[in-house]
């Protein structure tokens, strides 16, 4: 099911997240890959589980190949699809794939530069950016490829985007986001924001251009990770407020201090957007909790999908 | 400019056969810029490869000073004619150069043996007599009439040409916290100059045909055609 249907009948939508394993499914069917078994933790929790794409330029199982597999197993799926390491072929013949595969929901980004993951010599790609392949998912969806030819059965996903509040400028990154919805984006994910005052800034220019946003959210499950994310992670910054809180627990509670930190943040800021996307970065256990703790019920379509 | 960066010694050396008789060559532009292959490098890798046993029968930089190696009846010249004998005794050049020298050379010589002594890094501006930056990928569709001038296909890591991605943090690139963020640098400059506007528009997915290899571009007094895989595209210099 498109998650925009939800969106359109005002419903706040809820996703989650999982990275495909770095190996390949098994061909016995009694063995779930990890991306499997978080996802379980999921299923009745979140509208949709989003399929990361060879996350942090870290060379994985397909997000495609892991995206139908959670399909397969009832969870609904939005596999992430970046330009990095497709050219335009690439990417337009992954969209259609996706489509005759049974995904209803993309969502288009750039994707982390090679040099942060663990093929640092490859050959970046970046044929498109991520505005130029949303016009491009667009064209598909309107019958034509992106030289004008016509394509037999168009696919019709529900795309979205993505947005970092955290930009400095901010006004750079809204000018992104502007071309993006000009460009057909349906609904956006934010990146991580921990920091009010970063959405605060962002939100409301944001919320003009019309579209859904789903506020991002990552758990942060230990004070070395913020540290690690301060100096690894591109465009999240981790608040010290944050860093000590969670350190000021036992390693033991730091799980249910996480759901509670991270469930108070969404409390906070979630009648200002249309939705959140947790990013639970393997603690998938832990989102019935934050959902919990940020007083948000998740409400299904009145009909069938 | 072409930015050139020496080998090492120990790589060129190993390159080059104990039997073979080789002829050193510069270039007294960009190379010499560079510190790579001017007169002087070219005279002191003459005595290097000596010291290393290797068989040198020459050397030379045509010049003027400010001469590119590429100019090919130059090189051919002073080859040919002005170190004749040694470089007829020459199994192979050395050449301190670009990769556009290089092929000069064999041009040069009706096809000998070359080995390159420098890498061919890219196209920079001379920034200082010690600083050589690169602001142009020469991908041959220049789009930065809508940048300031700036070039989003050489400042900006994933080459984006509609803004910049997420992954920037305190103005610097995820791919090193030493780097600006090109798009940053766009924003500040279009901000002091008056024209943000310039950043709306949507712009197109790049014709790469136009950065094919090999390209070519015939040139006269009155007109200019530029060929690669887009096509033959002639442009009038003078109505």
Redesign the interface.
């Known amino acids: 099911m498109k998650i925009t249907r939800l969106f359109e009948q005002g419903v706040f939508v809820v996703t989650s997240e999982v990275g495909p394993i770095k190996g390949a499914v098994s061909r016995d069917k009694t063995i779930h890959p990890t991306c499997a078994r978080e996802a379980m933790f999921l299923q009745h929790n979140v509208h949709a589980v989003n399929v990361t794409d060879n996350q942090s330029a870290v060379m994985r199982l397909g997000s495609l190949a892991a995206s139908v597999l959670l399909k397969d197993k009832g969870i609904e799926s939005v596999y992430q699809l970046t330009c990095r390491d497709r050219n335009r072929i690439a990417l337009q013949s992954d969209l259609l794939t996706a489509y005759s595969l049974g995904i209803d929901n993309v969502l288009l980004l750039t994707g982390d530069h090679i040099q942060l993951g663990d093929h640092k010599e490859a050959k970046p790609v970046f044929d498109l950016d991520s505005v130029q392949l949303l016009h491009m998912a667009m064209g598909l969806r309107n019958g034509y490829d992106i030289t004008g030819h016509p394509i037999e059965n168009p696919p019709d996903m529900a795309y979205g985007a993505v947005v970092n509040p955290n930009f400095d400028p901010i006004e750079l990154q809204l000018i992104k986001m502007r071309k993006k919805v000009d460009a057909g984006a349906e609904f956006f994910q934010t990146q991580a924001v921990y920091d009010e005052a970063v959405f605060d800034r962002f939100i409301d220019k944001a919320a003009v251009m019309g579209r859904p946003i789903q506020l991002g959210v990552v758990v942060l499950k230990s004070p070395q990770m913020g540290k690690y994310m301060n100096q690894n992670v591109s465009g999240i910054m981790v608040p010290q407020s944050w860093i000590d809180e969670i350190g000021s627990v036992d390693k033991a509670d730091r799980k249910k201090k996480a759901a509670e930190m991270t469930g108070r943040l969404v409390r906070k800021l979630k009648d200002r957007v249309q939705g959140v996307h947790i990013m639970p970065l393997g603690w998938t256990d832990v989102v019935p909790d934050i959902l919990a703790h940020a007083g948000i019920e998740v409400k299904r379509l009145a009909f069938a999908a | 400019m072409h930015a050139t960066i020496q080998k090492p010694i120990e790589e060129i050396v190993d390159h080059i056969d104990p039997k073979e008789k080789v002829f050193v060559v510069g270039c007294y532009n960009c190379a010499w810029k560079c510190h790579s292959g001017g007169p002087e490098e070219t005279e002191a890798m003459a005595g290097r490869l000596i010291a290393r046993g290797v068989q040198v029968v020459g050397y030379a930089t045509p010049g003027p000073q400010g001469m590119s190696l590429c100019k090919l009846d130059n090189t051919r010249k002073v080859l040919k004619e002005d170190y004749s004998e040694q470089t007829r005794q020459a199994d192979a050049f050395l050449v301190l150069a670009c990769g556009q020298g290089i092929h000069t050379v064999i041009d040069a010589t009706d096809g000998s043996m070359v080995h390159p002594g420098c890498d061919t890094i890219f196209g920079g501006e001379t920034v200082s007599a010690t600083d050589i930056e690169e602001f142009c990928s020469l991908c041959g569709e220049c789009v930065i009439e809508g940048t300031g001038g700036l070039c989003p296909m050489t400042l900006c ?15 610097h690139c ?3 916290t030493e780097k600006p963020c090109g ?2 640098l766009i ?1 500040e400059r279009l901000k002091k100059l008056g024209r ?1 506007d310039l ?2 528009p ?4 790049k014709n ?1 045909a136009k950065w094919s290899r090999p390209r070519r571009l015939r040139v006269g007094p009155d007109e200019a055609t530029f060929v690669s895989l887009a096509g033959k595209h002639t442009v009038n210099n003078r109505n």
């Open positions: 890591s994933k080459q984006l040409l509609n803004g910049p991605c997420g992954g920037a943090e305190n103005g995820e791919v090193d798009w940053i924003y943000i950043l709306d949507y712009r197109k997915p790469h």
